[in-house]
């Protein structure tokens, strides 16, 4: 079974702050992707990385960077957070042949 | 790019009748087309796919459709139970890169 995990469920931070959101898959998954899910807007893509080191913009990058310096681990970073940044967060991986994506439980961040 | 668009955005069915969830995708390109379902408060988990060399496909209760030269697919679920209630998401992707383009969701409740 493909395990795929993010380091919180829940996350409150305060307007400014630096907040990590960690993503680990044990699937040796060349790619994996973050989105944010939004309600009537679905699943947005964010960022993603088809390898270590190389990342991609999805279709929202602003205000958010990522890093990937092992396969395993895939994290977002929001250098200052802000009130529009409350959301749902999912991580998702798969394997180099793209399709099938697996996703994670989900980071919900309220930001205050 | 890619766009999907994904109706309706909301449906109630009765117990035991059918769900029809349709959608759209723009680039004639794309030739993976998979649906997800996320019950709630858990992760979006992938419940069938299509790609673009087949007609339909079907599993039990599901089954989805692809008709490639009006750009559009539909998933059916059959005999719907309370279970069946979440909300699902198509997704469409190509060769050229390994993202998903997803749908905006559809929210299904089955009536008792």
């Known amino acids: 079974d493909v395990k795929v995990t993010q380091s919180s469920r829940y996350l409150v931070k305060r307007t400014g702050e630096k907040v990590f959101l960690e993503c680990v898959q044990d699937?040796?998954?060349?790619?994996m992707f973050w989105y944010r899910q939004d309600p009537g807007l679905g699943l947005r893509l964010i960022y993603f990385?088809?390898?270590?080191?190389?990342?991609e913009k999805g279709d929202i990058p602003e205000g958010y960077s990522v890093s990937r310096e092992k396969k395993e681990r895939f994290s977002l970073i929001l250098e200052s957070a802000s009130t529009n940044q409350t959301s749902m967060y999912l991580c998702?991986?798969?394997?180099?042949?793209?399709?099938?994506?697996?996703f994670g439980p989900g980071t919900r961040l309220t930001v205050l | 790019g890619e766009n999907v668009e994904q109706h309706p955005s909301t449906l109630s069915v009765q117990e035991g009748d059918s769900a029809v969830i349709k959608c759209t995708y723009s680039?004639?390109?794309?030739?993976?087309f998979p649906w997800y379902k996320q019950e709630l408060g858990k992760r979006p988990q992938l419940i069938i796919d299509?790609?673009?060399?087949?007609g339909e496909k079907k599993d039990q209760r599901i089954a989805v459709t692809l008709n490639k030269t009006a750009k559009h697919f539909s998933l059916h679920i059959t005999e719907t139970q309370p279970e069946d209630s979440a909300v699902y998401f198509c997704?469409?992707?190509?060769?050229?890169?390994?993202?998903?383009?997803f749908g905006k969701g559809t929210r299904l409740h089955i009536l008792p």
């Open positions: 299509i790609r673009s060399n087949v």
């Open positions: 997704a469409a992707s190509g060769d050229r890169d390994d993202k998903i383009i």
């Open positions: 680039d004639s390109a794309s030739n993976y």
């Open positions: 699937m040796d998954h060349e790619n």
């Open positions: 998702a991986s798969s394997p180099p042949e793209g399709d099938t994506q697996y």
């Open positions: 990385s088809y390898d270590v080191k190389m990342k």
